[in-house]
């Protein structure tokens, strides 16, 4: 799969809590990802993170590794965004872009 490093951008936009994935898809995603792809893994960015995301990453820290858990970012705007990784190569659809508009107003 992955050689090198990598990050995992996460863009939620205001996601409704029904279409956002639950404890167990998180945690089933957790346990597919190989040790050594974990390790590689510099940063999981969590783009417009609503209370329903951070409620549940605060419920699975627990579970996984420290290690794993300090690569966990939580990112209000795609500017922010920019602070961490180059997004000129991360491929943003327009109503995420959208979203953040209308939050910077």
């Given amino acids: 799969m ?3 490093n990598y990050v995992i951008i996460y863009l939620c936009a205001g996601g409704q809590k029904e279409k956002l994935p639950g404890i167990a898809w998180l945690k089933e995603c957790y346990t597919t990802i190989d040790r050594r792809l974990r390790k590689n893994l510099k940063g999981l960015y969590v ?3 609503t209370w329903y ?5 605060t ?3 627990p579970f996984i590794s420290s290690k794993f858990s300090r690569k966990l ?5 795609l500017q922010e965004l920019s602070h961490f990784v180059p ?3 991360v491929q943003i ?3 995420v872009r959208q979203y953040d508009q209308n939050q910077s107003r």
């Fill in 73 to 77: 970012q939580f990112v209000s705007t």
């Fill in 93 to 95: 659809p327009d109503c």
């Fill in 53 to 57: 995301i951070k409620f549940i990453m």
């Fill in 87 to 89: 997004t000129e190569h």
């Fill in 59 to 61: 419920i699975i820290k």
């Fill in 47 to 49: 783009v417009h993170p």
């Fill in 2 to 4: 992955v050689a090198e």
